[in-house]
């Protein structure tokens, strides 16, 4: 069984900083591309950045700048570096990925969320 978990999760003020971080464990033969997602009150989930597993990243257009993902592969981690945090920013965020297991299929994955509340 294959788990995401997240944390570094936390309330800020506007300006600060935060790091997320997502680690799988489980039975993973290997890790493709993984992900940062949020979602805030009564709004979808979208996209915050995405990375290879080549670490490429992409960065949703709200967050480019000021986010940065990383991952580590031996760690089984993606981090999602956050400054110039706003209150916009403010939702549960969830971390993704794509994991092979024993089978030749990556099959999608999510952790159960963080929340960052960025408030004065």
Request: aromatic residues 10%.
């Amino acid at each position: 069984q294959v788990q995401l978990v997240e944390s570094g999760g936390a309330l800020v003020e506007p300006g600060g900083s935060l790091r997320l971080s997502c680690a799988a464990s489980g039975s993973i033969f290997s890790i493709g591309g993984m992900g940062w997602y949020r979602q805030a009150p009564e709004k979808q989930r979208e996209l915050v950045a995405t990375i290879t597993s080549g670490g490429s990243p992409n960065y949703a257009d709200s967050v480019k700048g000021r986010f940065t993902i990383s991952r580590d592969a031996a760690k089984k981690t993606v981090y999602l570096q956050m400054n110039s945090l706003k209150l916009e920013d403010t939702a549960v965020y969830y971390c993704h990925a794509f994991i092979r297991q024993t089978s030749e299929t990556y099959l999608s994955y999510w952790g159960q969320g963080t929340q960052v509340t960025v408030s004065t």
